[in-house]
């Protein structure tokens, strides 16, 4: 089955909703990251994670390793926000063979 | 930010010829990877590699695949022959340190096998 369980699979908000979305890892891990991939495809880096609570402008990210989940809080959402944030663990200390999530695919209307 | 960044953006080539895929990694970073996403699915961690040698490698790393970096040049993904199966796009990365740091992509290079 599916190591990295991504929820939901998609989400459409209208502009200034919140967000919330949920990474759940079927295995222990060592760290994980949350990605934004653009419509056209490339990959940002929004937080690398490993455990806690990470504040980065309207985005947070809190992962609790012990109950091998982790959450995206997008608050006062913004068009320019759609696309699709993927979750990605790394199951092995010193690694970087990241296993991703299928993502969640979030549409901001105005 | 940092920046990765991966040539060309698109490839078009036929099945079984060659085709190399070109990365420059941030300039101090010290680990490099290639991760392959076909369209619609799940990206997949491909190899990674450091100081000159390949450290670990998927079962999608196939014969046909190789990496390699040269001093002061692209970190390279080449794969001979190319199969129509080997569509997607392949992401590169990098990171300073391995397992410990943000990973860093590139906008992936879009290969397409006819």
């Known amino acids: 089955g599916q190591q990295v369980q991504q929820s939901p699979a998609s989400l459409v908000l209208q502009e200034g909703e919140n967000a919330e979305l949920q990474c759940n890892f079927s295995?222990?891990?060592?760290?994980m990251q949350w990605f934004y991939q653009r419509p056209g495809g490339s990959l940002v880096s929004l937080f690398y994670?490993?455990?806690g609570t990470k504040q980065s402008g309207r985005l947070t990210s809190t992962t609790v390793i012990k109950e091998r989940r982790s959450s995206l809080h997008i608050s006062s959402s913004q068009t320019t926000d759609s696309g699709t944030y993927l979750c990605?663990?790394?199951?092995?200390?010193?690694?970087?063979?990241?296993?991703f999530g299928s993502g969640t695919q979030l549409t901001v209307m105005p | 930010g940092p920046k990765v960044l991966q040539i060309p953006s698109h490839q078009i080539i036929d099945m079984g010829q060659m085709v190399t895929l070109n990365c420059d990694p941030v300039?101090?970073?010290?680990?490099f990877y290639w991760y392959k996403q076909i369209l619609g699915q799940q990206m997949e961690f491909l190899v990674n590699?450091?100081?000159?040698?390949?450290?670990?490698k998927s079962k999608l790393f196939k014969d046909q695949f190789s990496v390699e970096r040269p001093d002061g040049s692209y970190f390279t993904l080449k794969i001979q022959p190319t199969a129509l199966e080997d569509s997607a796009v392949y992401f590169c990365?990098?990171?300073?340190?391995?397992?410990?740091?943000?990973?860093?992509f590139g906008h992936g290079t879009k290969l397409s096998v006819l």
């Open positions: 990605a663990m790394d199951a092995s200390s010193g690694s970087w063979q990241l296993i």
């Open positions: 990365a990098s990171s300073l340190v391995q397992g410990d740091e943000r990973l860093f």
């Open positions: 994670n490993p455990s």
């Open positions: 590699f450091y100081n000159g040698k390949v450290m670990e």
């Open positions: 300039s101090n970073h010290l680990y």
């Open positions: 295995t222990s891990l060592n760290s």
